[in-house]
């Protein structure tokens, strides 16, 4: 296991960092956190696409450029450093690309992934349902045969960017005969078929990312049904192995972790800068200690994933760390300024240091040890997959 860089991977950490300051000269963007999650930008998502750093590590038959894994993660690793706005083809790029290139229909394959590749379609993911969070197959949702058709109705809950998507790849069930893990099946939705209603939860911040989606006798084409009929569990496993293997479990906060050691540069106290305190040294390198350690786990999830295995075990593994140094990063930045790091975005008090709000994070952060499956339910699978632990 090599965790070194080759020379053609350290040619495009330069590539892209050249164009992402090239970018930030033009105004194309500021750097903020959550870019992944709440930075839209179709323009900048399609000059991604230009240059091929969408789908950089899928088969070059389908569209990709035929890059590895870790070049994959030396191309995110730069956007997050950079708090860039990519929050267009994130999800589609991480995981609904690699599900319909496994299991997708040749015409799926032919429709969605140069769309994808090319920045111009934005996809969503409807699991979570309001009875179903982290016991998935407890979903309701419920998709009926009718001819050459399935009639969709149900709601989910907490779906990210659902008022900005092109897609929802959403599961239902549909054999409600069969055990409940069994009876599950994935399709790609049109958001603009009629029957389907979009809701804002606004969170925290005042910010407005999840939604919950309302589905009301919504008719599907059997040609939007992804892989086999009831296979839907399957591949929901599989798709939630890519979402927990990449580098922004680590890195959403990026942007702030920066603002936070250049804010103990400046800062004195006592006529003296914080970062010449013991204790504020020391805290700020554990704190790096921790992004280090986060930056191998997710280094082996990509290494894992380029030996063509699923990286069930490790990924779960390097979310459950890399989340819990993200709410700890979160905490550290509104305790060290003080008072000052309560203050929400737009108060000209807010220390110069600091590109935008810590309170915002903060106040966002108990939900990164939850979306995309709990520490406590990751843990379970770390015992169970990697210490085979029996399960009760």
Known sequence: MDFSFTEEQEKLRQE??????????????????????????????R?????????????????????????????????LHYGAPAAVHWFADRQMGPSI????????????????????????????????????????????????????????????????????YLIARTDPDEPRHKGISEFIVDMHLPGIDVRPLIDMTGGHHYNEVFLDNVRVPKSSLVGGINRGWYQIAEQLDYERSGVERLMTNYPLYQDLIEYAKQTKYGGKPLAEQPTVRHKLADLTVKYEVGRLLTYRVAWVLDQGRLPTTEAAMAKT??????QHLAHMATQLPGLYGQLRQGSKWIPPAFRESAAESYLFSPGYTIQGGTSEILRNIIAIRGLQLPTS
């Open 16 to 45: 892209v960092r050249q164009f992402l300051e090239e970018e930030l000269k033009k105004g194309s963007f500021e750097a903020r956190c959550d870019a992944w999650m709440g930075g839209y930008s179709p323009e900048f998502s």
């Open 47 to 79: 000059k991604l696409g230009e240059r091929g750093w969408i789908g950089l590590c899928w088969p070059k038959e389908c569209y990709g450029q035929g890059k590895s894994y870790m070049d994959r993660m030396v191309l995110t690793e730069e956007l």
């Open 101 to 168: 290139i496994r299991h997708g229909s040749d015409e799926q394959k032919e429709y969605f992934l140069p769309r994808i590749a090319r920045g111009e379609i934005v996809f969503g993911i409807g699991m979570s349902e309001p009875e179903a969070g982290c016991d998935l197959a407890s979903l309701r949702t419920k998709a009926v045969e009718d001819g050459d058709s399935y009639i969709i109705n149900g709601q989910k809950v907490w779906t990210s960017g659902a008022h900005h998507i092109d897609y929802l």
């Open 321 to 326: 760390f890399c989340t819990a140094f993200e």
